[in-house]
């Protein structure tokens, strides 16, 4: 069986340490609309986050 994960959006926003807390809260909400959030540090700026949006 084949898993596809689409990204849908991605955007770099200034890191914050509560930001995993909204990702985390959108995944418990909106995982049954197929929907998944994610979150990382900028390889090149760690004061910088990436979060992304994927359909699942």
């Known amino acids: 069986m084949e898993s596809k994960v689409e990204v ?3 955007v770099k926003l200034q890191h914050s340490p509560d930001l995993y807390k909204i990702v985390d809260a959108l995944n418990r909400t909106l995982k ?3 929907l998944m959030f994610g979150l990382a540090l900028d390889r090149e700026d760690q004061s910088k986050a990436i979060f992304t949006i994927y359909r699942t």
């Open 8 to 10: 849908l959006s991605t």
């Open 32 to 34: 049954q609309k197929d």
